[in-house]
T-cell receptor
Framework: KQEVTQIPAALSVPEGENLVLNCSFTDSAIYNLQWFRQDPGKGLTSLLLIQSSQREQTSGRLNASLDKSSGRSTLYIAASQPGDSATYLC????????????FGKGTKLSVIP | SAVISQKPSRDICQRGTSLTIQCQVD?????MFWYRQQPGQSLTLIAT?????????ESGFVIDKFPISRPNLTFSTLTVSNMSPEDSSIYLC????????????FGAGTRLSVL
């Protein structure tokens, strides 16, 4: 059974700092990996999707990497802003054509002005 | 992209009652999913709702407790039946379709508190 772990559970940083969020998964035979942002009352917003054949994806100040062999993914946020404050969730798809996601518990990020 | 409307956004219910949560999508989608997020926990898949067939439930979830309807390709409901305080969670609807660029889109969720 796939298990997804995110470390740290919570993180507080001053505005402008670069930061890394970590995600690990137990079964390396994943299909895709997706990072989401969760804001209270606003559901989940997809940030980056990394397909199994890719090693990283970038969108603006965000960069996500994937190392299937070690069962790890990282989300790098450059020049953090107070608006980045949210809970960040890592989720993996297991199996080709599978649309079922296994989520981590998330990292709650607070960016202090 | 897909825009998902989920109702109600929050509710406070009495023990033993039932609540039906609605999920409306602005386009036709193949698959709709229902998730539960208990306080401090990760999202857990309850079931996959397929149009024209019975929902497929994950281990630990049963139809009598969480009946699901999927009458067409843009709408689904999840009912939480005979509620207890342990059902207090956020319930989220998500959709997926081969035609969507992102694998899954999520609704804003329903925050349920059971007294």
């Amino acid at each position: 059974k796939q298990e997804v772990t995110q470390i740290p559970a919570a993180l507080s940083v001053p505005e402008g700092e670069n930061l890394v969020l970590n995600c690990s998964f137990t079964d390396s035979a994943i299909y895709n990996l997706q990072w989401f942002r969760q804001d209270p009352g606003k559901g989940l917003t997809s940030l980056l999707l990394i397909q199994s054949s890719q090693r990283e994806q970038t969108s603006g100040r965000l960069n996500a990497s994937l190392d299937k062999s070690s069962g790890r993914s990282t989300l790098y946020i450059a020049a953090s802003q107070p608006g980045d404050s949210a809970t960040y969730l890592c989720a993996v798809y297991s199996g080709a054509g599978s649309y079922q996601l296994t989520f981590g518990k998330g990292t709650k990020l607070s960016v202090i002005p | 992209s897909a825009v998902i409307s989920q109702k109600p956004s929050r509710d406070i219910c009495q023990r033993g009652t039932s609540l039906t949560i609605q999920c409306q999508v602005d386009s036709q989608v193949t698959m709709m999913f229902w998730y539960r997020q208990q306080p401090g926990q990760s999202l857990t898949l309850i079931a996959t709702a397929n149009q024209g067939s019975e929902a497929t439930y994950e281990s630990g979830f049963v139809i009598d407790k969480f009946p699901i309807s999927r009458p067409n390709l843009t709408f689904s409901t999840l009912t939480v039946s005979n509620m207890s305080p342990e059902d207090s969670s956020i319930y989220l609807c998500s959709v997926s379709d081969p035609g969507l660029a992102v694998s899954q889109y999520f609704g804003a969720g329903t925050r349920l508190s059971v007294l």
